[in-house]
């Protein structure tokens, strides 16, 4: 078996115009990705619904997310995590401006 060492922050976009997803693992039924997000959000009028669950880390940075069923927002610091269920509504309502963001998402 062959070893794969890297760091979730290595090479990260100098500039980004958008919220950038690179997929680190996928495997299977698994989908390990990085997000990094620098003042993104998800565009008006449009909402995250996965057919997996997701289950998402704030590494870096800060964001907040909305849940539309039932209402819920939910502020996110470096280290906490969040469970998504699969076929929940929801978006990213804000990240910080200035700084990069950087979530470690995994979708199974």
């Known amino acids: 078996m062959i070893n794969f060492k890297d760091n979730i922050f290595a090479d990260m976009p100098d500039k980004l115009d958008k919220e950038y997803f ?7 039924n698994i989908i390990i990705e990085r997000i990094i997000s620098n003042g993104h959000t998800t565009p008006n009028g449009e909402w995250y619904v996965q057919n997996k669950n997701e ?17 819920k927002e939910i502020m996110l610091f470096e280290g ?10 929801h978006r990213v309502e804000w990240t910080l401006p200035d ?4 979530w470690l998402a995994v979708h199974f």
């Open 22 to 28: 690179e997929s680190i693992v996928k495997k299977d």
């Open 55 to 71: 289950w998402v880390m704030l590494v870096r940075g800060q964001a907040l997310i909305l849940f539309d069923h039932p209402k």
């Open 99 to 102: 700084e990069n963001t950087v």
């Open 80 to 89: 906490d995590y969040l469970l998504i269920p699969a076929h929940s509504r």
